[in-house]
């Protein structure tokens, strides 16, 4: 049966019109990939090196299971918001003789297989071989390696079980945030110390190596945890049957001022509020208005110039970004009824463009408290969200002419991942990286009035243009309306 | 009003559909009928200009399809659930259609509250979004949302198929007095051979997509349609 699986899920895979046109990002991917394994191998062989050296008087397994509470957190914070939980087609399956076990044991164990899993072990290994060579007791060494694959199993099965929790719940990913925040919070005020209890376990652990049970016991839970989720899920009743939402409706009436435009807007903003996909990504906006506090607060980001257009570019842009590259997917589900109706292209857009202005100017109108980290910082952050409205967003408008990719709404959050993941973040990196590069150059070269006034002159310029660049992005769209249809009209 | 010229279309090396001509008259009501994969689905997407012709060209009242947007005021259509918007509920779909359809509000609810029968009390008021409905009822919807803004050209494929037997039965009286009262054309397809005799006046048979027969519907329609498709039953055995 499982060989049937693995055969299902390759054709799935490699038949997908997403991969086969989208080569280079999944070349990309891989360079991404490798790059991290040679960053982890590299940090596994010196770390007992490093250890000691910064550390000559204590014992280096001790200093490192210090740290590993923040390990932990860091690495469920990045699975939580980067690692799905694999999807399987199971609805084709549930009439065939296959026994429902089967299924959620093959989805788990292909979860098993994550990149996220293999990765530590490029760094856990070579260090626990480097502390054999290094004379460290043998015994010690290897319970201690093997307790950090199961720790790291663990959290990868912790990690779907947060998810499978948070989705069901409407404001996502905030109970992870709070839970997270106040462990974190709890050490670093030294009311509890999760630092030295986690390193404590590790090293009661790795000393008497018939504890590696405990854990292997913790795993066994979660993978069981995981598994009841999973069978429950499997009835169609669960998946498909949703219970019915009572709809929501707002008055949208102000959307007329916009003239012809208004209708689109309308849809818009109710896209945005009925889908749980989107509703998320519209809540995260709170984070990217907070982001700056993150770095302001400590004098050495505030005196780093370059920084504040990045921070700029990012929070006021946050929208921006994570609405504007998946235009027009968003509308995937029913793009050929806008195909045949009376629509004009230009319209279409322009709604999306005025939804993604607003968002700017809101962000920009909220994070004006930034001032009080130095006038000049809120000055940065005007000029990138300038830049925002009369580059970015025809930029990223012009992108989604490119977008081959079908977002299905309607499906649960629990199955819908589709688009999300690192790729989303790799085609932020532009937006963001190339206003960060021309202030950071020309701040150091010319000073930093010249670098507020190229970024607000790019701007500007995009503005002024805005009717030549919407038709010529009209005209992109245009041409590969019929490639959209056909992609969008594909099963991913 | 549509016109198809020397019409083909061919996915790398299978051709799917040849019609070298075919007219339909402004007001007549069409039925195409035909196996699957017959291309039935194909002409349709290629009248909407949502697939594009590999060769030949339909002109739809003076339009080329694929060259001109300005066939689509007065043409609307109904292919599959995809063109709903799940998102929605009902009366802000057919709200939405209404509004790129040049139609307020008003004569929206004028033009649905007609439909009070075809709906049977599930679809207006019912505080549901369209992804929430049975199949049933959201082809209802859709079929309806097709209707607003008084087209001259509906195109519905298989409207027949998901619907309940009273739901079959008032559609087709709505179709028949659309294309008899009102002048609309009315281009259908459908498997289902009885309801295509009763709602057509004429009927066209594609068979891997050729038409191979071009009916005007009389008594006897129904019958010869019956044979010609039990004899494609009969050859096919024989061959095996």
């Known amino acids: ?100 076990s089967t299924v959620v044991h093959f989805v788990l164990g292909k979860s098993a297989l994550s990149f996220f899993n293999f990765l530590p072990l490029f760094a856990i290994i070579p260090f626990s071989i480097m502390a054999i060579n290094d004379g460290f007791e043998t015994s010690m060494v290897i319970t201690w390696m093997f307790t950090m694959i199961i720790v790291v199993l663990v959290l990868n099965f912790l990690n779907f079980i947060i998810e499978a929790v948070s989705s069901d719940s409407e404001y996502s990913f905030l109970p992870l945030l709070l839970v997270v925040g106040s462990l974190y919070a709890l050490n670093y005020f030294d009311i509890v110390s999760m630092t030295s209890i986690v390193g404590g376990l590790f090293q009661t652990v790795s000393n008497t190596p018939i504890l590696i049970l405990a854990p292997a016991a913790v795993l066994g839970i979660c993978y069981a945890y995981n598994y009841k989720i999973l069978k429950d899920k499997l009835y169609l009743d669960a998946s498909l049957q949703s219970k019915v939402e009572e709809v929501k409706a707002a008055d949208l009436s102000w959307t007329k001022r916009f003239g012809d435009i208004a209708p689109f807007m309308q849809l818009d903003l109710k896209l945005i509020w009925r889908n749980k996909r989107t509703k998320s990504m519209a809540l995260l906006m709170i984070i990217g208005l907070l982001y700056g506090l993150f770095f302001y607060p400590q004098q050495i980001y505030r005196e780093m110039e370059f920084m504040w257009a990045f921070i700029g570019i990012f929070s006021t842009g946050f929208f921006l970004i994570n609405f504007g590259q998946f235009i027009p997917a968003w509308d995937s589900a029913y793009y050929k009824m806008l195909m045949s109706q009376n629509i004009k292209y230009e319209q279409y857009l322009r709604s999306k463009f005025i939804l993604m202005v607003m968002s700017v100017v809101a962000m920009f109108v909220l994070g004006i ?58 085609i932020g990196i532009p937006l963001m990286l190339v ?35 919407m038709s010529f992005i009209t005209s992109k769209y245009l041409d590969s309306k019929y490639k959209m249809i056909d992609a969008f009209s594909q099963d991913t | 009003m549509i016109q198809t010229k020397e019409l083909s279309k061919t996915y790398s090396d299978t051709t799917v559909l040849t019609i070298d001509a075919l007219d339909i008259p402004k007001g007549q009501s069409f039925g195409l009928v035909g196996n699957n994969g017959a291309g039935k689905t194909t002409y349709f997407s290629l009248l909407l200009d949502l697939i594009k012709p590999t060769t030949g060209s339909i002109t739809n009242d003076e339009v080329v399809v694929s060259e001109s947007e300005d066939w689509k005021p007065h043409t609307s259509a109904f292919i599959d659930e995809s063109f709903l918007i799940g998102y929605l509920t009902p009366e802000e779909y057919f709200y939405f259609i209404g509004d790129l359809r040049g139609q307020n509000k008003a004569d929206v609810d004028a033009l649905t509250s007609q439909f009070e029968d075809f709906f049977n009390g599930e679809i207006i008021g019912k505080k549901k979004y369209l992804r929430d409905l049975s199949k049933g009822n959201q082809k209802k919807a859709g079929i309806v949302a097709a209707l607003i803004g008084n087209p001259d050209v509906i195109i519905l494929d298989e409207p027949f198929a998901n619907l309940d037997p009273s739901t079959q039965i ?71």
Request: aromatic fraction near 14%; hydrophobic fraction near 50%.
């Open chain 1, 369 to 426: 408290p930034y001032v009080y980290f130095g006038w000049k910082i809120l000055l940065a952050h005007f000029a990138a969200a300038v830049y925002n409205i009369g580059v970015n967003s025809h930029v990223i408008l012009w992108g989604g002419s490119y977008n081959r990719k079908k977002i299905e709404l309607d499906k649960k959050a629990a199955f819908n991942y589709q688009g999300t993941g690192a790729v989303q973040w790799l």
């Open chain 1, 435 to 469: 206003p960060m590069a021309l202030f950071g150059l020309l701040n150091w070269l010319l000073g930093f009035e010249v670098a507020i006034g190229t970024l607000l002159i790019l701007g500007v310029t995009g503005v002024v243009l805005h009717r030549r660049l």
């Open chain 2, 170 to 240: 008032r559609l087709k009286g709505i179709l028949k007095d659309l294309a008899e009262t009102k002048g609309v054309t009315v281009l259908i397809s459908s498997h289902d051979l009885m309801h295509v005799t009763d709602v057509c006046e004429r009927i066209v048979v594609l068979e891997k997509g050729e038409v191979v027969k071009d009916l005007e519907t009389n008594p006897t329609t129904l019958k010869e349609l019956e044979a010609h498709f039990a004899g494609n039953l009969m050859i096919s055995s024989e061959e095996e």
């Open chain 1, 1 to 100: 049966m499982i060989k049937h699986f693995i055969s299902l899920e390759w054709k799935q895979y490699f038949r997908s019109s997403y991969w086969q046109k989208s080569i280079a990002l999944n070349i990309l991917l891989v360079f991404f990939a490798l790059y991290f394994v040679a960053i982890f191998l590299g940090g596994g062989f010196i770390l007992l090196k490093v250890l000691k050296k910064l550390f000559p008087d204590q014992d280096p397994f001790v200093v490192l299971n210090g740290f590993l509470f923040y390990w932990i957190i860091a690495d469920l914070l990045i699975r939580f918001f980067l690692q799905k939980l694999p999807v399987m087609t199971v609805k084709p399956l549930l009439t065939l003789p296959v026994k429902r």
